[in-house]
């Protein structure tokens, strides 16, 4: 479990944040674009409140582009050595989610769902137990303690 405040950063150290809120769901995403973005097999992610979020050290380089949703999505990179820090939906201004990877303590995050499955390379398995959408994920049940969230605005 990660616990608050946890800090993360890229990896030449130009760029340096801290979150000051538990993340409400953790998660990887097996889509092409998270592939794209990371240049690995999926992407990995923990969504926290946007105004948790804060940059401590430099400031980060933005990439716009539409989601198959229909979705404004601003990925932020290290402008320096490109590596991949958070994310923002238009549709979803008080969410930030942020790639794992990018975490001080990676290995505390709690990752129990995957979504996009369908899309995912052929020797990836998963947890029996896990939850697991071939689509989109449903966050509902992580988001039940303030589910205005999950609405636009
Ligand atoms: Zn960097
Ligand atoms: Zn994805």
Known sequence: MLEVPFEGGCLCRAVRYRCDA???????????????????????FAQVPAEALSLTVGAVTE?????DSGNRLTTSFCGSCGSA???????????RTLFVGSLDRAGDADIRAHIWT????????????????EGT????????????RLESG
């Open 22 to 44: 538990p993340p409400f769901v953790e998660y990887t995403c097996h889509c092409l674009a998270c592939q794209r973005i990371t240049g690995s097999a999926f992407g990995t």
């Open 63 to 67: 990439q716009v582009r539409e989601a």
């Open 118 to 133: 369908k899309r995912r390379l052929p020797w990836i398995a998963f947890p029996p137990e896990h939850r697991v959408f």
């Open 137 to 148: 994920g449903d966050w509902r049940p992580d988001y039940a303690s303030d589910p205005s």
């Open 85 to 95: 820090l958070f994310v923002g939906n238009a549709a979803r201004p008080r969410i």
